[in-house]
């Protein structure tokens, strides 16, 4: 083909609405240039952001003639819808090395979370106990001990100011993390508890509302200022392996019944079960929404601003989830020991009623072990027994890349703050990290002496822990 070619091509935003006029571009324009093109058109040429461009659902990566014309996607004698994607203004740098591993768990240890703030660290092991780490100077802040078994699950409250843990024993604990005294003791459950998860900050200021999930079958919602149980949920029929609590104020249960039960947690009725989601050949085990990485954050940005006042705080929050929903409004994807996964339609397409059938997403051979939306909502990544990490499109659940190179089970799949690198910890004691424009691992993180149980990044993106069965934790750093 000669280099001379030009084609007639028209941008268009996420709403479908046309940016500037139709413009005759050569068909070796890259993504570059297409965005130096854009922000003139928009007018943002004393401050240029940052976007991503698509032909035909395929991502411009290299050139329009290389991505689209040669394979044959896109006729040159059309006019060429370009659809454009802001990203994330930050950018997070790559960790690529230890800058400490922290002994001190006696046994595995199978959780580690950041604090919203990020500037705290808790983990959570086989030796029953939690600990808090300062990230400031990496070292051991508070040993929590309470719990009589493993512990499996460590959640922040979205405004940092409680830590809640749980595990084998069935006892939920609150502690304040600051002090490391035991705030409450929550009993209840029957048998161990599978999961945790806070109200969002956005409905309700001083986060006083906590679900648990357990194998007893049941969800309880308590209330940890009274210290006391608020409401049960126990539609299920076999043991709940996870809870997430969205930004519109339901609550999801995927269980081994092969079901997930929606559920609502405001008056007039809370507790009642809304609808029940169903479709999963067998237990369902993970559960992602597209709203985690905001919900988990609350008021907390890349900025790393402090809010002391709450109502200030709740009135971030809202602003960052509504900024959040305003092109992809909040949907849930879970996954099954079926090796599939499901995307369930949004409040958006179920009002529409056009596409409310959930999106059947298929390709693992093993398990799905955890899945994660990327925090701008746009992608999905799965992680699996079958010892790769999945990448999906989260609007319509459709396949973009396998991303191989563990050599065992993959155990769990973390994005980075800006949506363009993801972190995965696996089996064969390794954490690799993988750039999602090239779709290849850029980093492999060795150093644990046995499998890596557990990981996180930290909402400001400057860091990521591990947790491994060795009993170390480490940090990684650029």
Same mark, same amino acid.
């Given at each position: 083909?000669?280099?001379?070619?030009?084609?007639?091509?028209?941008?268009?935003?996420?709403?479908?609405?046309?940016?500037? #006029?139709?413009?005759?571009? #050569?068909?070796?324009?890259?993504?570059?240039?297409?965005?130096?093109?854009?922000?003139?058109?928009?007018?943002?040429?004393? &401050?240029?952001?940052? /976007?991503?461009?698509?032909?035909?659902?395929?991502?411009?990566?290299?050139?329009?003639?290389?991505?689209?014309?040669?394979?044959?996607?896109?006729?040159?004698?059309?006019?060429?819808?370009?659809? /454009?994607?802001?990203?994330?203004?930050?950018?997070?740098?790559?960790?690529?090395?230890?800058?400490?591993?922290?002994?001190?768990?006696? &046994?595995?240890?199978?959780?580690?979370?950041?604090?919203?703030? !990020?500037?705290?660290?808790?983990? $959570?092991?086989?030796?029953?106990?939690?600990?808090?780490?300062?990230?400031?100077?990496?070292?051991?802040?508070? @040993?929590?001990?309470?719990?009589?078994?493993?512990?499996?699950?460590?959640?922040?409250?979205?405004?940092?100011?409680?830590?809640?843990?749980?595990?084998?024993?069935?006892?939920?604990?609150?502690?304040?993390?600051?002090? !490391?005294?035991?705030?409450?003791?929550?009993?209840?459950?029957?048998?161990?508890?599978?999961?945790?998860?806070?109200?969002?900050?956005?409905?309700?200021?001083?986060?006083?509302?906590?679900?648990?999930?357990?194998?007893?079958?049941?969800?309880?919602?308590?209330?940890?200022?009274?210290? @006391?149980?608020?409401?049960?949920?126990?539609?299920?029929?076999?043991?709940?392996?996870?809870?997430?609590?969205? $930004?519109?104020?339901?609550?999801?249960?995927?269980?081994?019944?092969?079901?997930?039960?929606?559920?609502?947690?405001?008056?007039?009725?809370? !507790?009642?079960?809304?609808?029940?989601?169903?479709?999963?050949?067998?237990?369902?085990?993970?559960?992602?929404?597209?709203?985690?990485?905001?919900?988990?954050?609350?008021?907390?940005?890349?900025? !790393?601003?402090?809010?002391?006042?709450?109502?200030?705080?709740?009135?971030?929050?809202? @602003?960052? /989830?509504?900024?959040?929903?305003?092109?992809?409004?909040?949907?849930?994807?879970? *996954?099954?020991?079926?090796?599939?996964?499901?995307?369930?339609?949004?409040?958006?397409?179920?009002?529409? *009623?056009?596409?409310?059938?959930?999106?059947?997403?298929? $390709?693992?051979?093993?398990?799905?072990?955890?899945?994660?939306?990327? #925090?701008?909502?746009?992608?999905?990544? +799965?992680?699996?027994?079958?010892?790769?990490?999945?990448?999906?499109?989260?609007?319509?659940?459709?396949?973009?890349?396998?991303?191989?190179?563990?050599?065992?089970?993959?155990? @769990?799949?973390?994005?980075?703050?800006?949506?363009?690198?993801?972190?995965?910890?696996?089996?064969? +004691?390794?954490?690799?990290?993988?750039?999602?424009?090239?779709?290849?691992?850029?980093?492999?993180? #060795?150093?644990?002496?046995?499998?890596?149980?557990?990981?996180?990044?930290?909402?400001?993106?400057?860091?990521?822990?591990?947790?491994?069965?060795?009993?170390?934790?480490?940090?990684?750093?650029?």
């Amino acid at each position: 083909m000669a280099d001379k070619t030009n084609i007639i091509a028209q941008f268009y935003n996420e709403e479908g609405v046309t940016s500037g #006029p139709a413009l005759s571009l #050569p068909a070796d324009v890259n993504p570059e240039q297409l965005a130096l093109l854009l922000n003139n058109l928009l007018g943002n040429e004393e &401050d240029p952001l940052p /976007y991503s461009f698509e032909v035909a659902e395929t991502e411009i990566t290299k050139t329009l003639d290389q991505d689209i014309i040669q394979p044959g996607k896109h006729s040159t004698e059309e006019t060429f819808k370009i659809l /454009y994607r802001p990203q994330a203004l930050f950018r997070v740098r790559a960790v690529t090395r230890c800058s400490s591993s922290l002994t001190g768990h006696t &046994d595995a240890i199978l959780c580690v979370s950041f604090s919203p703030c !990020g500037t705290m660290l808790a983990s $959570g092991g086989g030796d029953t106990t939690v600990r808090i780490w300062d990230l400031n100077t990496e070292t051991p802040h508070h @040993q929590l001990k309470g719990h009589k078994h493993w512990v499996q699950h460590v959640a922040w409250s979205p405004n940092g100011k409680f830590l809640a843990s749980a595990g084998m024993d069935g006892l939920v604990i609150i502690w304040e993390p600051r002090t !490391g005294k035991q705030h409450a003791v929550l009993k209840g459950h029957s048998k161990w508890v599978s999961a945790l998860a806070w109200e969002p900050l956005h409905l309700n200021a001083s986060c006083r509302r906590l679900a648990s999930s357990s194998s007893d079958g049941t969800v309880r919602v308590w209330d940890i200022a009274k210290k @006391q149980l608020e409401f049960s949920m126990a539609q299920h029929t076999a043991p709940v392996m996870c809870v997430k609590w969205a $930004g519109d104020g339901l609550i999801y249960s995927a269980s081994r019944d092969k079901t997930i039960k929606v559920w609502a947690s405001t008056e007039p009725h809370p !507790g009642k079960l809304v609808k029940v989601l169903s479709g999963h050949a067998h237990w369902v085990t993970t559960l992602a929404l597209s709203t985690d990485g905001v919900l988990r954050t609350g008021a907390y940005d890349h900025t !790393g601003r402090i809010y002391n006042d709450e109502d200030e705080a709740q009135k971030r929050a809202l @602003q960052r /989830y509504d900024q959040a929903i305003a092109i992809n409004p909040e949907r849930l994807c879970s *996954g099954s020991d079926d090796f599939t996964m499901y995307l369930w339609p949004n409040k958006k397409e179920e009002l529409e *009623g056009k596409k409310a059938a959930p999106k059947r997403m298929v $390709g693992h051979q093993k398990t799905v072990n955890h899945v994660s939306f990327s #925090p701008d909502g746009r992608y999905i990544a +799965s992680a699996s027994f079958d010892k790769s990490v999945k990448i999906w499109d989260s609007r319509d659940g459709k396949f973009i890349a396998s991303l191989r190179g563990h050599v065992a089970e993959v155990y @769990q799949v973390v994005w980075s703050s800006d949506s363009r690198m993801l972190i995965s910890c696996s089996k064969d +004691s390794t954490i690799k990290l993988w750039d999602i424009k090239t779709k290849k691992m850029k980093m492999e993180l #060795p150093g644990h002496l046995d499998e890596v149980f557990t990981v996180d990044w930290s909402p400001a993106g400057d860091k990521a822990s591990s947790g491994s069965k060795d009993k170390t934790l480490k940090i990684w750093r650029h």
